[in-house]
DNA sequence: GACACTAAGTTCAGAAAATGAACAAATCAA
DNA sequence: TTGATTTGTTCATTTTCTGAACTTAGTGTC
C-alpha cells in the first residue's frame, strides 16, 4: 500500500515540478554539482528564489547536499542530483538475447540479465513484464522509485519516442511500442534509435556533460551518428538527423542495399569490412584479424582498412565542414580502432578538414563494452525524467 | 527633445519587454498574425494574462490589431507586429559601393543607397554614420524609430554578433567592428556573416517563416551555407556551421585556395564555373551565356555544368543525409537555376539521397535580387530587436 | 426579429512566484 | 579577537499568473 502510493508519487515526480525547479535539475544534469548561488546566477534568479527552490527539491529527494567548498567567506554547498532518487531500465532490442539493465541517475547499472528477442511487440511488451521483478529483486529501493523504462533499437523513431516508424531490422512500421510497453508494464516507457541512445547517454552520463553541440559517431555492426545541437538531441525533420551511413562517399560505388551506391556503409562498416576481406580470400573474422594481417605487411588487408578508414574520414570530415561540433565522439564497441584503420580515419579527417580548422574540433575515441546500446535505452528514460519531453 | 525621449523609449524598447512580452514578440514573427486566444494557448497562459500582456504591447506600439476572423461565437481580432514599430538598416560589405537599406519590421526595403567599401573598420563606420541621415531622410518616423544596424560580411563572426573573428575578404583578424560602429553612430549594431544572415532574413520575412529546422545554400560569387535548427540559427562551435564550400566534393581534386583539394569551390561556384569555361576556351562572362552554349548542344559547356551541377547536389543530398532538414532553400543571384545546371542539381540530390527521403524534403529555388545581403543584414538588426541576443 | 448558443476577450480578487533588503552563519586574514 | 567576506535564510513586498464570473459580438433557428 505504502509502495504502492510512493510509486505512484515517483512515477509522476517530473510532472509535479514547477518549470523553475525542472530548470534547475536541467542544469546540475550539465553542470555537475553546485552551490546555490551558483545555480541562482546560472538561472538568473535571486538567492532567495533558489533558497526555496532548491529545499523543495531536497525535501523531495531530487537533490541532496554533497562536498563543501571552502573559499573566502562563508564555504559553499554543493548541490548534486541524488543518484538513488530515480532509476531506470533499459533494453537493446539490437541483440539476441536482449540485453536488459537497471540504472541509477548516474547510468550506473546496477543489476543485468537479459531477455529473448522477438519482433512480435506483444511479446517483447510481454517478455519485459515478466522481467523486471527478477531485475528488481535485489534492489526495493528501485522497485519503490522505478521511474522509466527506454529500449534502444535500429530505426527511425517519431519525435515523441513512442512510435517506431520504421524498423528493417524488426520489420516493422508505425509500431507504437512505447504505449504497448507502458500499458503492459505500468511502467513510462520510451523509444529511440539506437545512436540518437547513445548520444544521450554520453550527454547525460558520459565524456560529452557539458558540452552543448556534438556528434557521435557510433561504430557496431552499421555506422550510427547523432547530433546535440545547443544542448538538444536534434532528430531532424522525419527523425532522419544523422543517418550518415547513407551518405555516398564513394560517387559510383559498389551498390548497396539502401537502393544507391556508394554509401558509407558500404565501405566502411564492420560488416563491409569483413566482407570485402572475405572476397580478397582473408580468413578474418573480426576486424582485430585484418588489423593483425595488416601490421604484418597483407596488401590485401592494408588496402581495406585504408578504403575504409578513408571513407570513414572523409565522411566526419563533411560532418565538420557542414556543423562544426565542439566535439566528434566515436565509439566503437569492437576495440581495434588504435590499429591502422583508426590512423587513417584520423588522417583523412585532417587532410579533408579546411586546414583553419584542423585539430581544432576535439575528435574523442571511446572503446564501449556490451552495455552500450542498453545504457543507451535506460538514458533516454533518465533523459524524460530529467528533462522532460517538452523540453523547450 | 521629445524626439530625443522617443529614440531612447525605442532603442531600449527590446530590453523593457518582460520575458512574456518577449516570448509573444518571437511567436507572432514565427506565426503570423494570431488572436489572443491562439497565443494564450501556444504560450500556455491563462486568458486573463494574456490579455494584459496583449494590451500592453498595443500600448507600446508593437502590436496592432488586424483582421476579424469569423466563426461560432464571438469573432477574433488577430494581432500582428506593427510593421512601423521600428526600423532598421542593413549594409552590405560584399560589394563595392556597399549597398545601405533601410527596411521595417516585415522587411520591406523603404529607401535605398550606398556607400564606399573601405577595409578600415573606422571608415566603415564613418561612411554608415554619414550615410544615415540622407538614407533616413524623407522617413521622420524611421528617424524616430531607427532599433539597429546590421552589417552582412564574408567572414567568421563570433556569438555575439559583434566580433569579426577571420574575413579573408577584407583582410581582417579580430576586429570589433559592431562595437566601432555603435560608438560611431549611437545605433545599436550588428554584424553577421552572409549566408547566415540570409538564412535569418529567409526566417523572419522569407519563405521558411514557419519551418524551424532547415538549411539555406546561397550561391553567389561563392557558396554559402546556413542552419536554423529548432527554430534558432546554429552557429557552430566555432561559428563554422555551414561552411559546405569547403568540403572535399572531389577527392585529390583541383587544389582550393583554402589549402586542400577537390572543395565545392573549386567546381561549382560561379567563380570556378567562369574559370572552367575560360580554360576550356569559351567566352562567357556570366552562367547564363554558359548555360545558352550548353543549350546549343557545345559539349566543353555541358561537361562543365555537369561537373559543377553533380558536385553542388552532392553536397547536398549528404547535407540531407547527415542533418535531415525540413527545407533546403537555394538562392541565386545570377537567375539562372533554370537551365541545365539546375536539372542537374536537382537530379544529383536525388540520386544521392537515401531512397527512402528522395522526395521528403522539399528543395525550394529562390531567385533573389541585389538586395539580398543588405537585407539580410536588416534582417540581424530585425532578429535582435525581436527575439533578443539571450535567445533562451 | 427574438431567442438561445457559442466562443472571444475583459475584469478582478486571490494565489503563486520572484525580488530586495536585512540578517544569520561560517569561514579566512590579520 | 576582530573585521572582512561570502553563503545562505527570512520576510514583507511586488510582480505575474490564474480561475471564475462577466461582457461582447457574432451565428443559427424558428
Not at 509500431?175 to 547517454?201: C, H, Q, Y
Not at 538538444?232 to 560505388?253: D, F, Q, S, V
Not at 588489423?291 to 585504408?306: D, K, M, Q
Amino acid at each position: 500500500m505504502s509502495t504502492h502510493l510512493h510509486k505512484q508519487k515517483t512515477a509522476a515526480l517530473n510532472a509535479l515540478l514547477t518549470s523553475s525547479q525542472r530548470q534547475l535539475v536541467r542544469v546540475i544534469s550539465e553542470s555537475g554539482p553546485l552551490s546555490r548561488t551558483e545555480m541562482a546566477n546560472l538561472l538568473g534568479l535571486s538567492k532567495a528564489a533558489m533558497s526555496g527552490i532548491a529545499r523543495d527539491l531536497i525535501d523531495l529527494g531530487v537533490l541532496h547536499e554533497t562536498e563543501t567548498v571552502y573559499g573566502q567567506g562563508r564555504p559553499s554547498v554543493r548541490l548534486d542530483l541524488h543518484p538513488e532518487c530515480a532509476f531506470f531500465v533499459g533494453i537493446s532490442l539490437l541483440e539476441d538475447p536482449a540485453p536488459m539493465i537497471l540504472s541509477d541517475l548516474n547510468g550506473k547499472i546496477i543489476a543485468r540479465q537479459s531477455m529473448p528477442l522477438s519482433r512480435d511487440p506483444h511479446v517483447i511488451a510481454e517478455a519485459i513484464t515478466e522481467g523486471l521483478p527478477s531485475l528488481l529483486q535485489a534492489h526495493p529501493d528501485a522497485k519503490e522509485k522505478l521511474s522509466g523504462i527506454g529500449v534502444a533499437l535500429s530505426g527511425f523513431v517519431d519525435e515523441s519516442q513512442a512510435n517506431c516508424v520504421q524498423s528493417t531490422l524488426l520489420g516493422w512500421q508505425d509500431v507504437p511500442l512505447a504505449k504497448i510497453i507502458r500499458e503492459r508494464s505500468g511502467v513510462e516507457t520510451f523509444i529511440e534509435n539506437d545512436a540518437k541512445a547513445v548520444a544521450v547517454s554520453e550527454k547525460l552520463f558520459g565524456s560529452a556533460r557539458e558540452i552543448q553541440s556534438f556528434s557521435v559517431v557510433s561504430l557496431g555492426d552499421g555506422i550510427g551518428c547523432a547530433h546535440f545541437i545547443d544542448g538538444k538531441l536534434y532528430r531532424g525533420n522525419h527523425g532522419g538527423a544523422g543517418e550518415i551511413a547513407h551518405c555516398t562517399i564513394e560517387p559510383g560505388g559498389s551498390p548497396c542495399r539502401c537502393g544507391k551506391r556508394g554509401c558509407l556503409d558500404t565501405v566502411s562498416s564492420m560488416k563491409a569490412i569483413k566482407e570485402m576481406s572475405r572476397a580478397e580470400g582473408l580468413e578474418c573474422t573480426s576486424l582485430s584479424d585484418i588489423e593483425y594481417e595488416a601490421s604484418t605487411g597483407n596488401a590485401a588487408a592494408i588496402r581495406i582498412l585504408h578504403r575504409a578508414g578513408s571513407a570513414l574520414g572523409l565522411a566526419i570530415a563533411n560532418l565538420i565542414q557542414i556543423n562544426d561540433p565542439g566535439l566528434i565522439l566515436i565509439t566503437h564497441v569492437e576495440g581495434s580502432f588504435d590499429g591502422l584503420f583508426g590512423t587513417v580515419v584520423n588522417q583523412a579527417i585532417e587532410t579533408n578538414v579546411l586546414p583553419r580548422y584542423a585539430g581544432q574540433t576535439p575528435i574523442r575515441i571511446k572503446r564501449v563494452d556490451g552495455d552500450v546500446w542498453a545504457r543507451g535505452a535506460a538514458s533516454i528514460a533518465a533523459h524524460n525524467f530529467l528533462i522532460g519531453p517538452n523540453s523547450n
